[in-house]
C-alpha cells in the first residue's frame, strides 16, 4: 500500500486547512485509515481515524475542530481541520491498517498565532 498525502501549509490561528491521503496498491488489505501528528520534541500521535464502516475516532484535543472523512471510490481520506490553534503544529501523517500498518510521508501544518 501506498499513501500520498497532501495538503499542509502555513495558516494562521484560526484559520482552516485540509489534508487528503490518497491510498494504492493493495487496498483491500486496509480496514482503516487515518492522521497522526508529531511535533518537535513530541512522540507521534492520534488525530483521528475512520474505518471501513466509518466508524470515526478523534484525539480529544481535535474534537469539534476536525473533521475525518473519506471517498471510497478515490480511496482517498480527508481531513479538515478548522479554527486550528499554534499547538496543532505539527507534521501529519497518514496511516493505513490491517493486516499490517502503512504510513505516508508526512506533511507539514504550521499554525502561527
Known amino acids: 500500500v501506498q499513501l500520498q498525502a497532501s495538503g499542509g501549509g502555513l495558516v494562521q490561528a484560526g484559520g482552516s486547512l485540509r489534508l487528503s491521503c490518497a491510498a494504492s496498491?493493495?487496498?483491500?488489505?486496509?480496514?482503516?485509515m487515518g492522521w497522526y501528528r508529531q511535533a518537535p520534541g513530541n512522540q507521534r500521535e492520534l488525530v483521528a481515524t475512520i474505518t471501513n464502516d466509518n466508524k470515526l475516532n478523534y484525539a480529544d484535543a481535535v474534537k469539534g475542530r476536525f473533521t475525518i472523512s473519506r471517498d471510497s471510490a478515490k480511496n482517498t481520506v480527508y481531513l479538515q481541520m478548522t479554527n486550528l490553534k499554534p499547538e496543532d503544529t505539527a507534521v501529519y501523517y497518514c496511516?493505513?491498517?490491517?493486516?499490517?500498518?502503512?504510513w505516508g510521508q508526512g506533511t507539514q501544518v504550521t499554525v502561527s498565532s
Open positions: 496511516k493505513a491498517g490491517g493486516i499490517w500498518a502503512y
Open positions: 496498491g493493495r487496498i483491500f488489505s486496509i480496514n482503516y
